[in-house]
């Protein structure tokens, strides 16, 4: 090819490219300065990065860099400054008791972020990720409570759990009246229409199934079906059902019995996440 003669910009009188489109013609100015310094700088600064941090790659991994970073090493150091934040708690924490750390603000606040987190991790698979429960689980944030709603009472449930075998775990449970012959079918659906009908009129003296509760449920949800929650026994007055209010549901629970289970978490957990755990289950909604 041959070469071009240099050619004009008529306008601007600067040198065009040759190269042109549609009568459009690009012109050949220099690259501003202010570019070309940027540029450089930029060069110099990756041959600096190069030097100093891991860049190019090896057979074996990459180049280490000077500073020999890491950034598995910049994780332990922010774990350890957060442990280092962590462990002024931690002291308090583990000697405080849970009515102090209620009435401590640092302490509760403590107390809740691990809780909550802890939860997630533990518990939300079977109360789910609000504590609201579903199905036989049942709801922490309302103050109904099974087992009791003290700071000490929960923090016993939540350290030995419910019905798993352990021996301090709350193990007391309801007889299964149906399947193992203590009550007969026709029995079991009368002291169902009973206890739905409390709800309604509360317990019914005048009742044709009253003496059959009277007789084998009065021991464990008392006289006013009010509940008692050394047993666990719920009060069958509150409108408040886990396992279902129709009259199937009610006579499934009669003729089966239920009897929830709930894992120990002493030994899985540290006694700190038990703590935070309480105080957190405790602020949901009806702690007493
Ligand atoms: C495998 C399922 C399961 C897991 C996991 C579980 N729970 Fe439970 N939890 C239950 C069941 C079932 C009950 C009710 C048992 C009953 O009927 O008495 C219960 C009851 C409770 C109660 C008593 C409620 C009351 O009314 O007295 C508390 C408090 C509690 N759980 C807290 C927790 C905490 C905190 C965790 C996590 C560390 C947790 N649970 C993990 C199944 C579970
Ligand atoms: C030995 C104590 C005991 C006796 C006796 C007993 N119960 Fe229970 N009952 C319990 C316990 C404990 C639970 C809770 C089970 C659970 O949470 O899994 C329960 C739960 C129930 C529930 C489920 C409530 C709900 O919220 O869904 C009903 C209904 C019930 N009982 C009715 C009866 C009736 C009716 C009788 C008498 C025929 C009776 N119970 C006798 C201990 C007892």
């Known amino acids: 090819m041959a070469k ?3 050619k004009l910009d008529e306008v601007s009188g600067v040198e065009t490219t040759g190269h042109e489109w549609d009568g459009l013609e690009e012109l050949n100015n220099p690259m501003p300065r202010w570019w070309l310094i940027v540029f450089f700088i930029t060069i110099v600064w990756s041959l600096w990065y190069w030097v100093i941090y891991p860049a190019w790659p090896t057979i074996s991994g990459a180049t280490e860099g000077s500073m020999k ?5 910049e994780l332990q150091e922010q774990r350890a400054e957060i442990d280092a934040r962590k462990e002024k708690f931690e002291k308090r924490f583990k000697t405080a008791s849970l009515e102090e750390i209620k009435s401590d603000p640092e302490l509760f606040q403590y107390a809740m972020a691990g809780g909550q987190a802890a939860f997630r ?3 939300a698979a079977c109360h789910g990720t609000g504590a609201t429960g579903n199905g036989q689980f049942p709801n922490l944030n309302d103050d109904d409570w099974l087992w009791g709603g003290s700071l000490e009472q929960i923090h016993k ?3 030995y759990g419910i019905r ?3 021996d301090e775990a709350h193990n007391s449970a309801m007889p299964a009246f149906g399947k193992d012959g203590i009550l007969t079918k026709d029995q079991i659906k009368e002291v169902a229409e009973f206890v739905i009908n409390i709800n309604k009129n509360g317990v019914d003296k005048n009742h044709k199934a009253y003496q059959l509760f009277a007789d084998n449920c009065v021991a464990c949800h008392g006289k006013n079906a009010e509940g008692n929650q050394d047993l666990g026994a719920p009060n069958l007055a509150d409108a408040i059902w886990l396992y279902g209010s129709e009259p199937e549901n009610v006579m499934q629970t009669i003729f089966y019995s239920r009897n929830g289970k709930m ?3 002493k030994g899985r957990l540290s006694d700190s996440t038990i703590k935070q755990l309480t105080v957190y289950v405790h602020s949901l909604g009806g702690g007493n």
């Open 4 to 6: 071009k003669q240099k």
């Open 69 to 73: 970073w890491t950034s598995k090493k």
């Open 121 to 123: 991790d533990n518990c």
């Open 157 to 159: 449930t939540i350290s």
């Open 164 to 166: 798993n075998g352990n």
């Open 263 to 265: 894992p120990v978490w």
